[in-house]
C-alpha cells in the first residue's frame, strides 16, 4: 500500500463507515426484524411455507451469504478508488 494524505484516508474512511453501517443495517434487520415480525409475517406464503418460518429457517441464511459477496465487492471498489487495494495475485 503506497503512502495515502490524511484527506484521502479519512475521504476513504468515511466511505468504508457508509458502507459498514448499510451493511449492519441489513444485518439487523434480517437477524432480528425478521424474527419480531414473524406473526404477522407467517399470514404470507412462500412456496408453501409461511414466509416467517422460512425466512427464519433459510430466507435469512441465504441473505448473509449475499450480503458477505456484496459487502467484499463493493470494498474492493472502494479500495481501488483510493489506491489502497491489495495487489492481485498472479
Known amino acids: ?9 479519512a ?3 468515511a466511505k468504508t463507515k457508509r458502507l459498514t453501517i448499510i451493511t ?4 439487523f434487520i434480517f437477524s432480528f ?6 406473526d404477522f409475517l ?3 406464503t412462500f412456496i ?5 418460518f422460512y ?5 435469512s441464511l441465504v441473505v448473509f451469504v449475499v450480503l458477505i459477496f456484496w459487502l467484499a ?6 479500495d481501488e478508488e483510493f489506491g489502497v487495494a491489495e495487489d492481485e495475485m498472479k
Open 1 to 9: 500500500m503506497s503512502e495515502i494524505t490524511p484527506e484521502v484516508r
Open 11 to 13: 475521504k476513504h474512511w
Open 24 to 27: 449492519l443495517i441489513i444485518w
Open 33 to 38: 426484524g425478521v424474527h419480531w415480525f414473524a
Open 42 to 44: 407467517n399470514s404470507f
Open 48 to 52: 408453501g411455507f409461511p414466509l416467517g
Open 55 to 59: 425466512m427464519a429457517a433459510q430466507g
Open 73 to 78: 465487492r463493493s470494498q474492493g471498489k472502494i
